[in-house]
């Protein structure tokens, strides 16, 4: 894979005021990608995107994210039909982060345990931080069965 449509980092001026897409990718290859439902404004998820995503996603308009744990490109909803169709993609002023508004196929989730958002709990503000402390469920129901579309369970070891 060649990373050539993507423009060398020269100058401060360059990078948070130019037109050059010159992404500032960790010492990993990668760049954070946050992704929000177009319509409401939700935070979806966050991923990480190589290259190779980054460039997929440009050149296909669905999102497309670098998987950590299985160490593989992943076009999101391949195996689920979740498909992530990119209405806005936007990088931050030092583009080491980008910003995914899309729509999403079929139910509309996003997450791998069933929830529409990852971001299904909420954690309490002015609690003690201790053992105790307990998220709160802010999505009521699963949006869909993840053993019914993927066939099997998250590997405890990615835990």
């Known amino acids: 894979m060649t ?3 993507f423009a060398k980092r020269l100058s401060i001026e360059q990078v948070e005021e130019g037109h050059d897409l010159a992404p500032k990718f960790d010492a990993d290859g990668l760049i954070v990608a946050v992704t929000t439902d177009a319509a409401t404004g939700d935070v979806l998820m966050v991923g990480y995107m190589n290259a190779e995503a980054l460039k997929r996603t440009i050149e296909t ?3 497309h994210y670098w998987s950590r744990s299985r160490k593989l490109l992943w076009h999101k909803g391949a195996s689920s039909g979740l498909v992530q169709k990119v209405v806005d993609l936007r990088i931050d002023d030092d583009q ?3 910003w995914l508004k899309v729509e999403v196929a079929g139910s509309g989730a996003s997450c791998h345990v069933g929830y529409r958002s990852c971001f299904y709990r909420s954690v309490p503000l002015q609690s003690s931080v201790s053992p105790e402390l307990r998220l709160e469920y ?3 129901e699963k949006t869909f069965d993840p053993l ?3 066939g ?3 590997n405890p070891t990615q835990l």
């Open 3 to 5: 990373d050539t449509i």
């Open 96 to 98: 080491d982060a980008v």
């Open 61 to 63: 308009g669905e999102a």
């Open 148 to 150: 019914e579309v993927y």
């Open 138 to 140: 802010r999505e009521a």
């Open 152 to 154: 099997d369970v998250p």
